[in-house]
């Protein structure tokens, strides 16, 4: 069974430059986790999907951060303008729904941001 | 307010001995509990979880966790460490209430040959 895929797997653009991180979750899985890894931390979460709905998006810096999951499969995380505090590891998790069940995570994108 | 401490960043330990990686957690009603280890450059991998039942977890590799309800703790253990063991592990905590998920800052494991 294939895992959680993402892409790219780094990223190095320059501040005020557009970005866009893209997930396909493990199949069959409805609930998809974006997070933000910063060196030495543990992820926090920005924004929960249930199937195509984003049902926990408070952590979500809804300024230049958005993110979709049209057909409740795959999802695109986008920041525009980036900044320079914006360099994280970008991780991507799913499961089969929310409550009692393991969130397998994908391998994340790393952001430098110049 | 509702969280998850690590409260070591670095444990060291002899290849062959115990191994504890401690977790302790703030979180209101009956959370459910997990452990991830992340290797470098990689995503994090789940290891084992507690939601009911016995105290004592087993997950992959040879970890086990024991959750105490009344220290608010679920530490991560393996009786023998292998040098291939050495990763980053983080102690995550799910608030059943509001459905949040709270992971720790992380402990860096070393084992050492």
């Known amino acids: 069974e294939a895992g959680v895929v993402q892409s790219p797997r780094y990223k190095i653009i320059e501040k005020k430059q557009p970005v866009a991180f893209w997930c396909n979750p493990i199949s069959g899985h409805n609930t998809l986790y974006w997070y933000l890894q910063n060196l030495g931390q543990g992820p926090e979460l920005l924004i929960r999907y249930e199937n195509e709905e984003a049902v926990d998006d408070s952590q979500l810096p809804k300024d230049r951060f958005s993110a979709e999951r049209l057909k409740g499969v795959d999802s695109t995380l986008k920041i525009q303008p980036a900044e320079l505090g914006d360099s994280a590891v970008y991780l991507c998790?799913?499961?089969?729904?929310?409550?009692?069940?393991?969130?397998?995570f994908g391998p994340g994108t790393r952001l430098t941001v110049l | 307010a509702q969280s998850v401490a690590q409260p070591e960043d670095q444990v060291n330990v002899a290849e062959g001995n115990p191994l504890t990686v401690k977790c302790t957690y703030s979180?209101?009603?009956?959370?459910?509990l997990f452990w991830y280890v992340q290797y470098p450059n990689r995503g994090l991998q789940f290891l084992l979880k507690y939601i009911t039942g016995d105290n004592l977890v087993k997950g992959s590799y040879g970890f086990e966790a024991e959750f105490n309800k009344s220290q608010t703790s679920f530490h991560l253990k393996k009786p023998s460490a292998l040098v291939s063991d050495s990763a980053l592990y983080f102690c995550?905590?799910?608030?059943?209430?509001?459905?949040?998920?709270?992971f720790g800052t992380g402990t860096s494991l070393t084992v050492i040959p």
């Open positions: 998790a799913s499961s089969l729904t929310t409550s009692t069940d393991t969130q397998y």
């Open positions: 995550a905590v799910r608030d059943k209430t509001g459905n949040q998920f709270y």
């Open positions: 979180v209101s009603g009956n959370p459910y």
